[in-house]
């Protein structure tokens, strides 16, 4: 796309934002098929073959380069094309390059990882850098606190952490397209609301991406998005959140990007700290994630992901209050979010043990039932064998006679 002046696109922030959503939907869409079809013909199938996997048939993979297609198309043709957007683009083909080889031959995790920093890096040379974070010391004078020959290495390590982390959690149908179409979309408003309309037509082409790929990844999902989708949609998430929320220099600046990518930056958190716990690598791979935990308490896919949406909205709702309302209504409205969360937890704890325990009395009555015709049948055998045992005296005495 030609490049167009800044004021329009503060003027046409949502006419632009609507077109380049609509345009990468259709792409994502229309060629999830035909992706589909390629993962067959070069062996990118996911095969189940440990606890960790929650599906029982092969599915194929490779799809994140639909989703890949629809926003990088959409970008050439409306995009923000600066040097910052360039970078980034630049690093997304590598980060999909290495997914894709992944998907087809699975690679060693530092192979991966050294890809990851070498793309991560492209647009961090770039301009795509953390300056400057919020100075959380309260006794301080300085609002901030300049990053100087760290800001690169921070930077480095939040792409990479990002990135990764949106790949821990996608481990259920639809879960993490569905988590990244949330975090695009509050990026999307918060972007709109302290007028970086750049930030919010890119984070627009990102969500009809997810959106259009989403229909074909709902449980039972019909295709993975495989490293390549879940790597990318980090990736994008992780480097266009510095472009954009990091460099709005309020107090409430660093917490936004931490609120939006709030699941998956706990989910990863924890797994780390919980695997150093148990003495192994943090890079083993392991079925204690979040989701896990949910299916282990007893609730299907679709309830889980749909408890995982509800939390990351919640935080993504929580982030924009953050950012038009000041730090007091926003740390209410996350103590009220915390509450209702563990609430509606166990209100659909207990929901899935009732139902649970109708099922198992259900089953145990058709049991019952099972072995008293059973018992029925064999008295019938045993008196009918009786009976022929009978008769068969006479029938040897008349022979005798």
């Known amino acids: 796309m030609p490049e167009v002046a800044q004021s329009g696109y503060f003027e046409n922030v949502l006419v632009y934002s609507l077109i380049i959503f609509l345009i990468a939907g259709i792409i994502a869409f229309a060629s999830t098929p035909l992706i ?20 029982n048939v092969p599915i194929p993979r490779l799809g994140g380069l639909a989703i890949f297609l629809g926003f990088i198309f959409s970008m050439l043709l409306l995009g923000p094309l600066d040097g910052q957007m360039r970078g980034i683009l630049i690093g997304a083909v590598i980060i999909v390059v290495l997914g894709v080889i992944d998907d087809i031959v699975p690679l060693k995790a530092w192979i991966k990882l050294i890809v990851q920093i070498i793309a991560a890096l492209v647009p961090v040379l770039n301009g795509v850098v953390i300056e400057r974070i919020s100075n959380f010391n309260m006794f301080s ?7 100087g020959v760290l800001a690169i290495p921070v930077t480095v390590m939040w792409i990479v952490g990002i990135t990764n982390s949106v790949n821990l959690i996608d481990g259920l149908d639809g879960l993490a397209v569905g988590v990244s179409s949330i975090a695009s979309i509050s990026m999307f408003v918060v972007a709109t609301l302290v007028s970086e309309p750049a930030t919010a037509v890119v984070m627009a082409a990102l969500a009809g991406s997810c959106i259009g790929f989403l229909p074909y990844n709902m449980n039972p999902a019909k295709i993975f998005m495989g490293d390549t989708g879940a790597t990318f949609l980090g990736f994008i998430l992780a480097t266009v959140s510095i472009q954009g929320l ?9 917490a936004v990007p931490f609120l939006i990518m709030g699941l998956p930056i706990f989910d990863t958190l924890f797994t780390i700290v919980r695997r150093i716990a148990r003495k192994q690598s943090p890079m083993h791979a392991d ?4 989701h896990h935990r949910l299916i282990d308490m007893g609730f299907n896919q679709k309830q889980s992901v749909a408890i995982l949406y509800t939390i990351s909205a919640l935080l993504g709702v929580t982030a924009v209050v953050l950012t038009t309302s000041g730090e007091l209504k926003a740390m209410i409205l996350i103590a009220a979010i915390i509450v209702c969360v563990l609430a509606g937890v166990q209100i659909l704890k207990m929901a899935s043990e009732h139902q649970a325990k109708i099922e198992a009395e259900k089953e145990h009555t058709e049991n019952a039932g099972n072995k008293t015709d059973d018992a029925a049948e ?3 055998a045993g008196e009918s064998g009786n009976a022929e045992n009978t008769a068969d005296p006479a029938g040897q005495n008349e022979k005798e006679s």
Do not use: C, Q, W
């Open 246 to 254: 990091f460099k709005f220099y309020a107090i409430i600046s660093f």
């Open 141 to 147: 004078n300085e609002a901030y606190i300049n990053l």
């Open 36 to 55: 589909k079809t390629f993962a067959y013909k070069v062996g990118a199938i996911d095969v189940p073959k440990d606890s960790r996997r929650m599906h």
């Open 287 to 290: 079925r204690g994630h979040v």
């Open 378 to 380: 064999d008295n019938a």
